[in-house]
């Protein structure tokens, strides 16, 4: 999803419309007359609020610049592999038990 509009004027049409798009994928699974969190500047994603009043205060005071993986609104966290790899648990329970059975080998 294009996200340029999040750094342009609030006047701008381009804005105004990333802020439409923006609303109809973050209220798509949202029962009528539901509460998202506002990612204005000034709620910072800590209050609910309805469609009309995110929608007056992303035209009015903005949206969070950093805020460009919408997982509050249900976008999923960017899956690009990391250089840093999890490890899982499994892994960490197989390497534990290999561990103690070569601890436990005496010369």
Known sequence: MDKSWMSKQ????DYKDGVDQFLAFAFC???QG???????VQCKNKSTRNYDDVRTHLRCNG???GYTTWVRHGEEHDSTPSPFAHIS??????DASRHRS?????A
């Open 34 to 40: 539901g509460k998202i969190y506002c990612p204005c």
């Open 63 to 65: 949206i969070l610049q």
């Open 89 to 94: 648990a499994m892994t960490n329970n197989q």
């Open 29 to 31: 699974n949202v029962r």
């Open 10 to 13: 609030r006047t701008d049409d």
């Open 102 to 106: 070569t601890s436990n080998v005496t």
